[in-house]
């Protein structure tokens, strides 16, 4: 065949296959086009999962009779028109594609009135063909028809999936353009049906109600019951948002929403510094939620780099990657018990915080059993001196002199070895105690920064390990130094380990250390590095942390609870789960039908 040019049309549907996937990629563009007329409300309505006719109409700008037909040719926009402008662009489109690449693979008509207009004109195009503009009725603003997706392109038909595939892929779609903008008016029908309504608000920080009520409509109550909220700026940057509680993590990554400068965008740099951000206090193969909003200088941001303009590229990537991770950790960090607050699971950022919760009814019931009452009085008359080394009794006399001071307050008995009661101000407190000692040390190890306390063995431990698992520790020798090991290889398969942490509990150490060696090779030796460090001193945290069925003195039970006040992220294990809870006494007096 000879070289020769395509025609427009074909040219348009090549085009088309890039930006053109599915129904939701016409809802996408079609409704990033209303936003950028200014829309204040957006409806959108689809058929037979948008393929038979997809329809977004809104309350915009509108366009002017005599351009009609020029916003239908390629690389046709009002967006931008120098260079100057694609280095910082503020608009979702820019690029003078979408409507023509949609035109060119269904039957499309267009109807807009411009707001100084006196009337509105409307064009069709079928078979790329673009009609004579005629008069039409229409309010200020624009409505877009596009029906019968792929009528002229059967072999791309053939790929889309079953209309309850389509239609679930548009629902997730104008979801997130209804997060992406708060202050905008949002309605999804499928026929008759209202698959979404979301009201506008005010600005995007609203009331704290009407926001939390939007927010849950799209994303859960699920997920607004558990959201810490997060406002930080610095320089040109700012990020604001919803991160979701450690113990409220997911199998999957279906509530991670980003948006930059207002646009939906999955960025692997971001991404990445938000996971950063919880590593801490996830645990592996868990997923945090989070709908985070990125502000930035639009000069400082690409947005002109991916087709579907689903990544961006900063100009100083590390330094927006560390701001997000930073911000992340901080927020997490701060979820330490205070004096008057609830922990997590217990605040809303709404009306819609949980009352009392059955599982935790339950626990209650179970400490007045007749075990746990023997528990308890074992406990009380344990010997409040005894003392051992993992744990300081510190501050007792402290919290004896002001009961309930404390925002943890003061312990009272030790249920089935496993859980520390206390009363504090507003009530009883419930606290796991192997997850918080654990979260303790985890944070006093990482607060030493590489310069740990060890203590030399008496006689050098010899563990047996895989050749590869020896090589593997090796190469991390340096972070078992600073976690307070002192190890070498002494054959290609025994490892000698002269010195540990003096954190580690004195009883058993080879056991200890096998097990911590294990717990770490088993995560494999590949990721970076700052992650095998804390997955080491987690390791370690974990198993030197007070097991279940330890017995507790008083003093030590509310040493513990001291720490876990002093200690940053103490309401999460390493795990995720929560620490501690708190039964109010209102809740108590609703539990025994008091007061009504
Ligand atoms: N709903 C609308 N209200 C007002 N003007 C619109 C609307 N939709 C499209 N336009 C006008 O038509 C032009 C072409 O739209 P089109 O979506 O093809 O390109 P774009 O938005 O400029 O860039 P991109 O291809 O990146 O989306 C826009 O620049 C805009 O001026
Ligand atoms: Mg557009």
Redesign the pocket.
């Known amino acids: 065949m000879p070289i020769r040019i395509l025609d427009n049309h074909l040219i348009d549907q090549i085009a088309a296959g890039e930006?053109i996937e599915r129904p939701a990629s016409i809802v996408k563009?079609?409704v990033?086009?209303?936003l950028?007329?200014g829309?204040q409300s957006i409806e959108v309505d689809i058929e037979a999962g948008g393929v038979r006719l997809t329809r977004?109409r809104?309350d915009?700008?509108?366009?002017p009779e005599n351009?009609l037909a020029?916003?239908?040719s390629r690389h046709?926009?009002?967006?931008?028109s120098s260079a100057d402008d694609l280095a910082a662009i503020t608009?979702?489109?820019?690029?003078?594609?979408?409507?023509?690449?949609?035109a060119s693979v269904s039957r499309f008509e267009?109807v807009?009135r411009h707001v100084d207009a006196e009337r509105g004109a409307s064009v069709c195009v079928d078979a790329g063909a673009v009609g004579a503009a005629m008069p039409a009725a229409h309010p200020p603003?624009?409505t877009?028809e596009v029906r019968d997706l792929f009528y002229n392109l059967p072999a791309r038909r053939k790929f889309l999936r079953t209309e309850v595939t389509e239609q679930g892929h548009i629902v997730r779609l104008v979801e997130r353009l209804a997060l992406s903008r708060s202050d905008v008016a949002f309605r999804l029908r499928s026929g008759s049906r209202t698959l979404l309504d979301a009201p506008a608000l005010k600005s995007r920080d609203g009331s704290a109600n009407a926001t939390a009520d939007r927010l849950a409509r799209i994303v859960g109550r699920e997920f607004v019951q558990h959201a810490l909220e997060v406002d930080h700026s610095a320089g040109p940057v700012r990020i604001s948002g919803w991160i979701g509680a450690p113990s409220a993590s997911r199998a999957t990554s279906d509530l991670q929403f980003w948006f930059v400068n207002g646009r939906a965008v999955r960025d692997r740099l971001l991404l990445s510094a938000v996971r950063l951000g919880y590593r801490d206090v996830m645990y592996s193969g868990r997923q945090p939620s989070y709908v985070l909003y990125l502000d930035i200088d639009p000069g400082l941001v690409d947005v002109n780099a991916h087709p579907q303009?689903l990544e961006v590229r900063f100009r100083d990537s590390r330094q927006i990657h560390d701001f997000v991770f930073r911000a992340i950790e901080r927020r997490l960090a701060d979820t330490r018990p205070a004096a008057g607050a609830l922990p997590p699971a217990w605040t809303g950022m709404g009306p819609h915080a949980t009352p009392l919760s059955m599982p935790l009814n339950l626990r209650v019931a179970e400490a007045a059993a007749p075990h746990g009452v023997w528990a308890m009085s074992e406990a009380l008359n344990a010997d409040a001196a005894e003392n051992t080394d993992s744990l300081p009794a510190t501050a007792h006399s402290l919290s004896h002199s002001m009961p309930g001071g404390a925002p943890l307050g003061e312990a009272i008995a030790q249920i089935h070895g496993i859980y520390i009661l206390a009363q504090n101000e507003s009530g009883l407190v419930l606290v796991d105690m192997h997850a918080a000692h654990e979260r303790v040390l985890y944070e006093k190890m990482k607060a030493q920064q590489g310069a740990a306390a060890t203590q030399l063995l008496l006689a050098p431990i010899t563990v047996s390990l895989k050749v590869d698992e020896i090589d593997a520790l090796m190469a991390q020798r340096g972070q078992w130094t600073a976690a307070g090991f002192d190890l070498e290889r002494f054959a290609p398969e025994t490892l000698v380990v002269r010195a540990v942490p003096a954190l580690l509990p004195r009883e058993d150490i080879p056991a200890l250390v096998r097990d911590v060696v294990a717990g770490v090779c088993e995560d494999g030796a590949s990721h970076h590095l700052d992650g095998a460090t804390d997955r080491l001193l987690g390791t370690i945290a974990c198993r030197s942390a007070i097991h279940a069925h330890r017995r507790l003195t008083l003093a030590e039970m509310n040493a513990l609870l001291r720490q876990m006040e002093q200690t940053p992220r103490a309401d999460q294990c390493n795990h995720g789960r929560p620490t501690w809870t708190q039964v109010t006494l209102a809740e108590l007096d609703r539990m025994f039908l008091r007061g009504r």
């Open positions: 930006v563009e079609l990033e086009n209303s950028d007329a829309a977004v809104d915009g700008t509108g366009i351009e020029l916003a239908l046709a926009t009002s967006k931008i608009t979702l489109g820019f690029r003078g594609e979408a409507l023509p690449s949609i267009i807009s603003g624009t877009i303009k």
